[in-house]
């Protein structure tokens, strides 16, 4: 089953999904890890993931390629890093836009899609 969190920064979707999950720190892959290991339940900070992919990978569209695999059957966290203004550098305009495509296509395969806001889950696809 994948499920995807998503919401602006520090809006609780880390804790939320601890709690209501039942996840153990070490199921929770940290931002600044790569390394997927047996027991790994969710990916966290997948916006800080493509930003560290499309800096050094030569080809993005098979690097995100991978990153998509890599979240099936997960509960994966993302920032919401799509308001306020649009960066002048070229590089963080295609980092959202990179984010918000790799999301659309996590949400559309997804079981559950939940927005975080104030500390306050909203499911706005499936069920829990």
Known sequence: ??????GGACQGKRAYAEEKFSLAPEE?????SEQITEGIRCIDALHLRVKALIETECDREAALDRLFALCKDKIVICDDIFCGIVPLEPAMREWREDTGRLLCRIAKQADCVIRMQCGLAQTIKGNL
């Open 1 to 6: 089953m994948t499920i995807l969190i998503t």
């Open 28 to 32: 929770i892959l940290p931002a600044d």
